[in-house]
């Protein structure tokens, strides 16, 4: 499972970074600084997709890391059995995140017309050029984003605490290198 999870992880990079980057590029090459609608809308989109699914594959390593380690019940079967339900759980919850926060800036008016002049599309920046009142829009955007992040970083840190506890009580020095390389 933890190639699995570092495949999605470059493949996450890959794309969290071809996003932004070609945008910006075309726009230093061409001095044209104007995003369409659709276009901030799509990048809004896939930037929060990639973000949080990163978040999901790392608390889903962490996941994997506690059963390896302080279970000992990995078995081919296991393997085969979690390793796709966590690459669709972490990809299901991300799009799932980010669709609910597009629509719910993009629910908004906006004051001037459908081009935004910027080459990067990002919620707060939208929040503030709309005409509408977007108190519940913040309110909601910061709820969630710390609530995600606080439930993924004390699921990763409690992992963590438990493989350390638990390595630490293996009583070779061999067997506690082989399992902290393993994180």
């Known amino acids: 499972p933890m190639y699995f999870f570092l495949g999605n992880l470059s493949f996450l990079d890959l794309c969290y970074i071809s996003v932004t980057v070609p945008k910006s590029m075309a726009d230093s090459l061409t001095n044209n600084r104007l995003i369409s609608f659709s276009g901030c809308v799509t990048q809004v989109f896939l930037v929060i997709t990639f973000t949080a699914a990163e978040l999901a594959f790392l608390t889903g390593m962490a996941y994997d890391r506690y059963i390896a380690i302080c279970c000992l019940c990995i078995t081919g079967d296991y393997e085969q059995r979690c390793m796709c339900p966590d690459g669709s759980g972490s990809w299901i919850s991300s799009m799932m995140c980010s669709i609910l926060h597009t629509a719910n800036t ?12 910027q ?16 108190h519940a829009n913040v309110i909601v955007l910061i709820a969630l984003v710390s609530l995600v992040d606080v439930v993924c970083f004390v699921l990763i840190i409690v992992s963590y605490i438990h493989i350390f506890s638990t390595v630490m009580r293996i009583p070779s020095e061999q067997g506690r290198y082989k399992a902290f390389s393993t994180c």
């Open 106 to 117: 993009f629910r908004l008016h906006f004051c001037r017309s459908n081009v935004i002049a």
């Open 119 to 134: 080459f990067f599309c990002d919620i707060p920046q939208l929040l503030k050029i709309s005409c509408s009142d977007t």
